[in-house]
C-alpha cells in the first residue's frame, strides 16, 4: 500500500526544549491512524509540523510521497491534506452556513474571485448542504458559529475540516470535552467521514482510539516509541511501562 | 420578475432618489452639501471594505484618495493642454486606476500582516506620502496644490460641467456604480473570505487560502474605490492639495465609518451623510464644533459601538407581525424614547452652554461680557453674572439625573416591545 504521509526523523524545539525528537512514521493510504500519549509528549505539535503550522528543526514530511517541508499550511491544503483544531477554531461571528461554505470554496475552484456571485454558485451550495447534513446541522445553518453549544463547534469544527474534500484528514482531540452520549456521535461522525480517506487522530479516550483505529503510534516525551495494531499495543510491554501503566485510562 | 424587483429594487429606488434630490433641495449650499456627501459615501464604503469586511484597521486610507485626486487634476490639465478628447464624466475612471495603483504598491507591503502591524505601518506610509507631498512640488504642487479647470475639457452632450448641479449629476452617477460595485464584491467567494479573514486568519490558512492575499486584493479594491472618491472630490473643487493626503482625511474617514457602524453595508453610507453634515453645519453654529464633534463620537463608540446602523438594526427585530401591531409597538418604545430625550436635552443644553461660556470667557473676554448662544440672537447670556453659570450647572446635573431616572421607562419599554414581539412571531 502506499504512504499517505511519511514522517522522517522529525525534530522541532522551541529554544532548548526539544518537543519533537526524531519521529520517524509511515501512514498507509486509506488507514486510520491514531497516536496516543501522556499529556505534553508532544502530539498536537506533531500535527502542526505536519500540517505546516510550524516549520520543523529538521527532518522531512512527505505527503503522497512529495516533500512538503516547509510548505505552508493553505498549500499543504491544496495538496489534500486537512485537519482540525484541540481548541475550537472557527469563524465565530459568520453563520454555521458561512463557516462550511469558505471551507468548501477553494476545493471547487473558485479561489479569489470577485466577479461571481456567491449564491448562484450551484456546486458550492450543493456541498455545503452535504456537509451540513453530514454534520446534522441543517437547522442550525443560519446560527452565528460563536453562539452554539461546545459539542455543536466541535462537529462543526469537523465540518470544516472535511469540507474541502481533503483525502487526508487530521483530528486533533475531537471527543475532548464531551459527554459519553456526544462522544459516541462523534466517533459515529469521524468512521462516516473518513470513510475510504486517510485519518491520524490524536484521542484521549482509549475506548475511541481502540475502537476507531487501524493502527496506533504511541508517543512519549517527543519519540514514537510503538507502532502497532491495537490488539499489539495493548500487549507491547514497552507502552504499559511507559504509558498506560502510568497514565491509565483518562 | 418579483426577484428581480427585490434584487434591483432597492437600487432603481436609489437611482429615482438621487435624480430628484436636486429637486427636492434647491438650493445652491445644498446641491454643494450633496456632492460632498457622494464623495464621502464611497470614500467610507472603501474604508469599511478594510475595517469592516476584512478586519484591517488603516490610519492612512487618505494616501489613495489623495493621490489619485492629484492624477486627477494632471489628468484634466493634461487633456486640456493637448486636446485629447477625454470627457470629464470618464476622468474617474483614471482616478480608479491610480488609487488601484497605489494600493498595489503599498498593499504589497502593508497587507503582510495584519492587526496592529498593519495599522502601523499604514500610518506610516501616510506619513511617509504626506512628507512627500511638501517636497515633490512638479507633483503635488505644494501649498497651492494643483489647480484644474473641469470645464476645459472636451464636452459630452453639450454639457461643460461648469454648473454645479451638471457636476451633482456626475458624482451622482458615479456613487450609485460605486456603491453597487462594493455592494456585489461582498457577496463573492473574496468577499466571504475577507469575512473569514476577519474573524480568523489562521482557520483560513487550513481551507486552502493565504490570509495575506485576501487582505492585498482587499486592500487594493479599496484602494481603487477610494481612488474614485478622490477623483471626485478634485472634479468637485477644481483642486487637489495636500491636505488630501493628511491625517485628518484619514480620520474623517474612520470617524464616518465608525459612527455609521461598521458590522453592516448601509452603516458607513449614514455615517458619511450624518458626519458630512456635522462637519457642515456645525460650524455656524460654534468655533468649538470640533469639541462637539469629538464628544459625540466617543459617546457612539461608548454607548452604540455598532454605530448608527446597529442602533437601527436593533429595532429590526421589533418588526413582526401585522402592520397595525409593528405600529404600535415601535409607536409605545418612542414614546419612552421621548421622554428619556427631554431630560437629555435639558442636560445636553446645560452642559453646551457652560462650554460656550468658558470659551467666551476665556478667548474672547475683549469681546464684553455678552454671548450669543450658538452664535444665535435668541439667547443673549451675560456671562459676567451668576445667573447663566448657575443656571447651566443645574440644567446639565439636573438634567442628567432626570434622565438616569426615565433609563427604567426605557428598558421597560423594550422589554415589553420584545415580549410583545415574540408573541405576534409565532
Known sequence: ?250 | MSSAVKSYGVWILAAILLLILPYIFPAGASITTMCLIGIMVIFALSYNMLLGQTGMLSFGHAVYYGLAAFVTSHMINWAAKSGVPLPLPLIPVFGAAAGLFFGIVFGSVSTKRGGTAFAMISLGLAELVYSSSLILRSFFGGEEGISADRTKLIRLFGYNFGPQIQVYYLIAFWTLLCVILMYAITRTPLGRMCNAVRENPERVEFVGYNPQFVRFIAFSLAGLFAGVAGSLAAINIELAQASFVGAAQSGAVLLAAYIGGVAFFVGPVLGAILVTLLSIKLSDFSEIWVLYFGIFFITIILFAPYGLSGLLMMHAQFWRGPFGSKITRLGKLFGAYVVALIPALVMIFGAILLIEMIHHVAQKGAEGANMHFLRRNYLTVNTHTVLPWVGGVIAMIGGFFAFRFTWPTVANAWHNALVDAQRSGK
Open chain 1, 1 to 250: 500500500m502506499n504512504s499517505a504521509i511519511e514522517l522522517k526523523n522529525l525534530e522541532k524545539s522551541f529554544g532548548k526544549t526539544a518537543i519533537i525528537r526524531g519521529v520517524s512514521l509511515d501512514v498507509k493510504a486509506g488507514e486510520r491512524h491514531a497516536v496516543i500519549g501522556p499529556n505534553g509528549a508532544g502530539k498536537s505539535t506533531l500535527f502542526n509540523l505536519i500540517s505546516g503550522r510550524f516549520l520543523p528543526s529538521s527532518g522531512s514530511v512527505l505527503l503522497h510521497g512529495e516533500n512538503i517541508t516547509g510548505l505552508r499550511p493553505f498549500e499543504i491544503n491544496r495538496r489534500g491534506l486537512s485537519r482540525s483544531f484541540q481548541v475550537t477554531n472557527i469563524f465565530p461571528r459568520l453563520s454555521v452556513w458561512e463557516n462550511v461554505r469558505c471551507a468548501v470554496l477553494w476545493s471547487k475552484g473558485y479561489k479569489y474571485s470577485f466577479w461571481r456571485n456567491i449564491d448562484k454558485l450551484e456546486d458550492v451550495r450543493a456541498r455545503t448542504q452535504e456537509i451540513l447534513e453530514l454534520i446534522g446541522m441543517t437547522n442550525r445553518a443560519e446560527i452565528p458559529a460563536g453562539v452554539l453549544t461546545y459539542a455543536e463547534q466541535r462537529a462543526l469544527e469537523i465540518g470544516i475540516t472535511i469540507a474541502g474534500g481533503a483525502n487526508i484528514i487530521l483530528l486533533d482531540e475531537p471527543t475532548a470535552g464531551m459527554s459519553r452520549g456526544e462522544a459516541e456521535n462523534a466517533v459515529a461522525l469521524i468512521r462516516k467521514v473518513s470513510e475510504g480517506r486517510t485519518l491520524i487522530i490524536i484521542e484521549h479516550d482509549m475506548g475511541v482510539v481502540f475502537n476507531l483505529a487501524d493502527r496506533i503510534s504511541v508517543l512519549v516525551y517527543g519519540q514514537i516509541i510503538a507502532t502497532d495494531e491495537p490488539a499489539k499495543i495493548k500487549a507491547n510491554q514497552k507502552v504499559q511501562e511507559a504509558y498506560l501503566g502510568t497514565a491509565g485510562h483518562d
